[in-house]
């Protein structure tokens, strides 16, 4: 067996460090532009699903707005305020599910002005988010399309045909028709909610379920790299698919043109070639920043910035506005295969 990746199946799963930063690096040779990507199969063609000139079309208009100044003028401000509003909601219960009263609903309202659309009522717009993150993961699978997908994209698309002005829409028109900003804007939406209420939710159960809580309530550069920690323990995108070009090879193995490549990134992450302890949470370490869970290579998110601000906010906050928040029941089992998150982050503190 090759170190770092092995058939399993029909396709070939990359688990160690260096194999995984070859493959996301090489776009030409490992691609996400094949029918049978999964997004591709919801959306039609995005920054997600292309490659080379078209990838580098249906990105740029997007890429000023989701600059680390960009974000930290537009969103910081509001990010801490909501993140106050929403603790201060639950703080005289004196337990809550943080991830369905805090990460969730953090994330959409984000993502909601992000977006433009503002006047979607809230609980219409997770109704969408649930049925297209559950589409995600049933193609993943190799389902087939449901009725329920289709008209939750075909929701989204009509809502976001207006591209209102300040949203990070509003110049996408001038280079990508509306099918396009469309099925961009699917991508963020999934991108932006699903994977930032599960690093938020993360973050939180590595914290309260470690030693480290004080020490990050305390201590602003000790959150940021807790966080980065918890992203680097549990990505809320486990698993990245590339299809080969040609007939290649990682390392020692042989991976014939057409093949399914699927990087695993929890694993990856969790390489002991590169990671001390890999297993264990550890904020301290001097390797942190070398996760991938962000993705390396031309695909890298888009939106990580914005992810770890609203991460950071959001447990700050819940740490210092929930006075001895403690977990209430032990860290939860993790849930989902493509997007995971802990299944909840019940917490009590007190009132």
């Known amino acids: 067996m090759t170190p770092g990746a092995h058939f399993d199946g029909e396709s070939v799963v990359v688990t160690g460090h260096q194999a995984a930063r070859t493959v996301l690096r090489d776009w030409q040779t490992f691609t996400v532009d094949d029918p049978r990507f ?8 995005s920054m997600l699903s292309t490659d080379g000139r078209e990838h580098a079309r249906h990105r740029a208009p997007f890429v ?8 930290d003028d537009r969103y910081a401000e509001q990010v801490q305020q909501l993140c106050a509003e929403l603790v201060a909601a639950i703080r005289p219960r004196g337990r809550a599910d943080l991830r369905q009263e805090l990460a969730a609903p953090l994330a959409a309202a984000v993502m909601q002005r992000a977006l433009g659309l503002g006047e979607v009522d809230r609980s219409m717009l997770l109704q969408w988010y649930d049925a297209l993150s559950a589409e995600v993961e049933l193609l993943t699978a190799d389902g087939a399309p449901t009725d329920t ?61 470690s030693d480290w809580a004080p020490r990050a309530a305390a201590d602003p550069a000790v959150l940021e790299r807790a966080v980065e920690e918890s992203l680097r323990l549990e990505p809320a995108a486990r698993f990245v698919d590339r299809y080969a070009t040609a007939d ?78 403690a977990l209430a029941d032990g860290a939860a089992a993790v849930e989902g295969h493509v997007f995971v998150k802990p299944a909840h982050v019940h917490a009590r503190w007190t009132p």
């Open 64 to 71: 000023g707005a989701f600059s680390p100044r960009r974000v």
């Open 149 to 209: 997908g289709r008209c939750a994209y075909a929701a989204v698309a009509e809502r976001v045909a207006a591209r209102l002005p300040g949203s990070v829409l509003a110049a996408a028109g001038d280079s990508l028709d509306p099918a396009e900003v469309s099925a961009n804007a699917v991508v963020m939406m999934l991108g932006g909610i699903d994977t930032t209420e599960g690093m938020i939710s993360f973050a939180l159960t590595h914290l309260l379920a």
């Open 248 to 325: 290649t090879g990682i390392g020692a193995l042989a991976v014939p043109e057409g093949t399914l490549v699927r990087v695993d990134l929890r694993a990856a992450n969790r390489d002991p070639a590169v990671f001390t302890d890999p297993d264990h949470f550890r904020p301290d370490r001097p390797e942190l920043r070398r996760h991938l869970s962000f993705v390396v290579g031309p695909h890298v998110c888009i939106g990580a910035h914005l992810a770890r601000l609203e991460t950071v906010a959001a447990v700050r906050a819940a740490l210092t506005g929930l006075p001895e928040l």
């Open 38 to 45: 999964t997004t591709s199969r919801l959306t039609g063609p």
